[in-house]
């Protein structure tokens, strides 16, 4: 019989001695690194130790104290885009990061701002941002702080005065690349990877040694397209293994994607690094590779040693992906009893719905069973390969795919309680139309998903798009990894909700797309502590402790790749000034309520655009959607159809075409469309917008809900 080791609870009780334990002083080494999980009092990496565990000894705010939890101090930020980092606390001092790659530092204790960091990203680079202009935090390492900013630059900071030490870049500029992942230290040599499989660039890993900013080493996920070697650690194994596995294809002018643009994780006694690797470009593997092939690493964990890049093992969720299915989702790594057998394993719940177990000392599959309602694969196969619903691949007939491509779990992190052996999970609940985008088409710099779009169109029926919207929730799941099941579930009524902290207070902290942060029993699910936090929370917290004290810190602040995307199926959260709020027991601090924007209200009866509206719905989409939403329903970015911008022909093409808000990162379209469709896409939102009057309850025009 499976079940979790005895010992494994007892090493959380025993750790809970050590609660109150004093920071340890000294340099951020391999050591101190190594030995994280001591230091109870820090979190010095992104999901606090290598393990990724996100789970906590700290235990003075516990399930009976919690209701006394109160905010310590607070902070606010100049960008009101999405706030997705955890903090970082070492030594008195707390480093979090905000959208657009902006850095601070603060006493841990007091709030006192010690310094900040603009590394002054160009506004138009926010358009080569899928998933908005966001940043998952630093690393430490050596007296110094290591940032990734979202133009591709690897940047070393110092520790104390926030001064930039070396900066390099790290993608082709030129190529739509980005970076919001936050960077691991491992032996010296920042780790760091990048986004941009949507826009089409080929993805990979690289290391720069930590004190200089040269690059040690570097490991591709896909192959070159050119056939040559890259002169990288890669090259042996895409000779090897990978290349046979990518058929002709649009890949050799895409790059194939396969982005490294979260997950890492390590184990110092096995020396392997654990990479997430993402999804192909473009998605459609009839496409990117004629309907063909595994596409190695595409959806892959990969195994590589950390001092060269040499590839080790691998195992891929998703052979020959077409649905978005990333495996860069967080990485867990725990101890496990399994049969009666100690493992050393690896966690992970990527997009395509499956919780995996594997050995993380070679990679095998020890088990895997769906985390949520899938339709694409009824289970995993003896040979670890999915026994794939034919209907799934839809390259005849359209088909609603469960998970959709905002997966079953998305970037928030996970957390492990080994007291309580399970793992929570900030799941999602739904699925997505899939269908084949029939005559290819390539737009450089720009989405290519090889998909057909029109079918994310939302229907104009009222009744039909609420239940659309009923099918999409969010959840928050406590999965035993050793049964392979749930022992608990709840319920969100929003689906893009927050990353998850656990710890050994037997809670678990998770904010919502409402802006609650709430504290939940480890063992059974039930809510014994909320705040308000005015605005919707995507990030997960951290805790650490001074003087005895513990503290618990999360940033607010809404956004997101479905906040862009799907806006419609979630509450109407405008753009409001990041937030880190930091609590504490006792805490009597007071934060000023958030102001609530102005309603927008636009007179369409004298707009008559000359474009055609039928012309412009395939336009919107392909060019507009992926920021302003399906059917221009986006309240998060600027809500077209309450825009003032299309009320008039030129002032739409100042912005489309000529470039107006370029700084503001809606850069000009003029390489792809003329001034004639640009007036078919206005003509398209004007359309859009008088259905949203149309349906306003009092009759009136539509204030941009």
């Known amino acids: 019989m499976n079940r979790m080791s005895a010992g494994l609870g007892m090493a959380g009780s025993l750790l809970l001695v050590a609660c109150n334990r004093a920071p340890t002083a000294g340099p951020m080494d391999a050591a101190r690194l190594t030995a994280a999980d001591a230091d109870t009092a820090a979190w010095m990496t992104t999901g606090r130790t290598y393990s990724e565990q996100r789970y906590s000894p700290l235990a003075a705010i516990n399930a009976t104290t919690v209701d006394k939890l109160g905010l310590a101090w607070s902070a606010e930020f100049d960008t009101d885009r999405g706030q997705e980092a955890t903090p970082l606390v070492a030594d008195g001092v707390l480093y979090t990061t905000t959208a657009w790659s902006k850095v601070f530092a603060f006493d841990a204790k007091t709030g006192t701002s010690l310094w900040s960091y603009d590394p002054k990203v160009d506004g138009a680079r926010g358009f080569s941002a899928c998933c908005d202009v966001v940043n998952r935090g630093v690393a430490l390492w050596g007296g110094k702080v290591y940032l990734g900013a979202l133009d591709g630059r690897l940047i070393a900071l110092d520790a104390k005065t926030g001064a930039e030490v070396w900066s390099v870049v790290t993608v082709d500029q030129s190529k739509p690349y980005t970076i919001t992942g936050a960077p691991r ?44 070697p890259d002169g990288a650690a890669s090259d042996s194994i895409m000779a090897a293994k990978a290349g046979a596995t990518w058929p002709d294809g649009v890949w ?47 959806s892959s964990i990969v195994a590589l040693r950390p001092d060269n890049g040499q590839y080790v093992w691998h195992y891929q969720t998703t052979p020959g992906e077409s649905w978005d299915f990333t495996a860069t989702q967080h990485i867990i790594l725990a101890d496990l009893t399994l049969d009666g057998k100690p493992r050393k394993v690896l966690m992970q719940a990527p997009k395509n719905g499956f919780f995996y177990v594997l050995d993380r000392t070679n990679g095998a599959l020890i088990s895997a069973k769906p985390y949520v309602g899938i339709n694409w694969a ?142 939940y029993a480890a063992k059974d699910g039930k ?44 509450p109407n959260q405008p753009r409001l000034p990041g937030r880190l709020l930091v609590f504490k027991l006792g805490g009597t601090a007071t934060v000023a309520p958030y102001p609530r924007p102005a309603p927008v209200t636009i007179d369409l009866s004298t707009v008559k655009p000359a474009g055609d509206a039928r012309a412009g719905l395939p336009l919107y989409n392909a060019f507009c959607m992926a920021c ?58 004007v359309s859009e917008a008088r259905k949203a009057q149309a349906e306003a309850p009092s009759g009136k025009p539509a204030t941009g809900k």
């Open 527 to 570: 809510q014994l502590w909320s705040y308000d936090a005015g605005n919707g929370v995507v990030a997960a917290p951290a805790t650490y402790s001074i003087g005895g004290e513990q503290y618990l810190a999360v940033m607010v602040g809404y956004g997101g790749a479905a906040a862009l995307f799907t806006a419609w199926a979630l």
């Open 252 to 298: 050799k002018t895409s790059g194939g994607g396969g982005t490294v643009w979260d997950a890492m994780a390590y184990d110092p006694d096995l020396n392997l690094l654990y990479v997430g690797v993402g999804n192909g470009s473009p998605w459609n593997r009839m496409q990117r590779s004629g309907g063909k092939g595994d596409n190695l690493f595409l």
């Open 185 to 228: 230290v491992v032996k010296g040599k920042v780790l760091i990877g990048n986004g941009g499989a949507e826009y089409g660039v080929r993805g990979y890993l690289s290391a720069y040694d930590a004190e200089t900013g040269n690059l040690v080493w570097r490991f591709y996920t896909t192959p070159n397209p050119d056939g040559k």
């Open 628 to 685: 302003h939403g399906a059917n221009a329903s986006g309240h998060y970015l600027p809500d077209l159809k309450t825009s003032p911008t299309i009320l008039s022909p030129e002032t739409f093409k100042s912005v489309i075409i000529d470039g107006a808000r370029t700084a503001k990162g809606m850069v000009s379209f003029s390489r792809y469309l003329n001034a004639g469709q640009a007036e078919s896409v206005r003509a398209y939102i």
């Open 378 to 519: 009824t289970g995993i196969g003896a040979d670890g390969r999915p026994i794939e619903n034919p209907a799934a691949r839809y390259e005849k007939n359209f088909m609603i795919v469960a998970p959709g491509p905002f997966g079953g779990h998305n970037w928030h992190p996970m957390a492990f309680n080994p007291a309580e052996g399970l793992v929570y999970i900030p799941a999602i609940v739904g699925g997505f139309p899939y269908g084949d985008e029939g005559t290819p088409t390539h737009h450089e710099g720009a989405v290519n998903l090889g998909i057909n779009l029109l079918l994310a169109t939302l229907p104009d029926d009222a009744a039909t798009r609420a239940a659309m919207k009923a099918t999409l929730k969010g959840q928050l799941v406590a999965w035993d990894p050793v049964k392979q099941e749930a022992r608990w579930t709840v319920e969100h009524p929003y689906y893009w909700n927050a990353g998850v902290l656990a710890t050994a207070g037997g809670l678990v902290f998770q904010g919502d797309a409402e802006g609650r942060l709430a504290a």
